[in-house]
């Protein structure tokens, strides 16, 4: 009763942390991607070219691009608008102007795996092969599994001009180009020399030096084992060496289709991506009318 009753009042006064709920305005912009997906590396970009003299690290970046799991109802209504607000939600249909970072669900797992260390939801032998199971049904994350996540925002968004599509892989590749899309998309006049300052500010180097010195500062590693890094390889590809054939197998088998129209190469060739990869390429043909990713 009494937890209750703190609870309603937090909600009452707007002290309540709200996610999902978060009271949404007609200016906002959401950074958008499934868990470990290149979302806070992203932000960083988005920080270090909208707010430079602010110089955004992680003491600052959940004011900066504000996190609704983080900061409360009151403090998010407070901010200066428009806000672009950080969020792994799958699809919303209040979220108007979206910036969607979609990563190789195979990288993504092994991401996910080593953060699941890092806050002690899982043991170090825990045994991976497990892990991409539970993956993929989704059991590993409050968001869905990853096509369903995914698969929400493209079958309603992708075509629109409200709507940004980045692959966290095109982003390693050529992050000024990248970037720039992102500076278009927020309407922001911009140069070569900003975007490049902003990369450089967001690098993975910066990020590890600024997290070894913060790690107790920002809501995502203050209360992690600190001997498991958040700032890990941030690179594309590992998952040939460090993920199991099966687990590959397993994975293109369930969501094979949908991996091929983002763009992704198989390793294995699974009867047209199984049952739950051909429903989700069917509604995003039938909602896209046939386009593809190049």
Known sequence: MINRLIAGSKRAFGWHRPGRNLVVLPDDIFLVSYPKSGNTWTRFLVANLVYPAKHPDFSNLNE???DPEALSQRHLLSLPRP???KSHQYFDPRYRQIIYVVRDPRDVVLSQYHFHRKRRLVEDNYPIG????RFIAGDTSIYGSWAENVGSWL???YGRP???LLRYEDMIADTPAELLKV???LRLSTDSSRIAQSVEQSSANRMRELESKQVGQWSSTKDTRRDVPFVRSAKAG???SDLPTASVVEMEGAWGSLMKWLGYELASNPAEGGMSGQLQVSVLEDSLLGERIS
Do not use: C, D, H, Y
């Open 183 to 185: 500076a278009s998309f």
């Open 162 to 164: 409200e709507f940004l």
């Open 83 to 85: 806000r672009i607000l």
């Open 130 to 133: 497990q892990f991409v199971t």
């Open 64 to 66: 900066l691009i504000p």
């Open 238 to 240: 590992g998952w040939k």
């Open 155 to 157: 079958a309603t968004r």
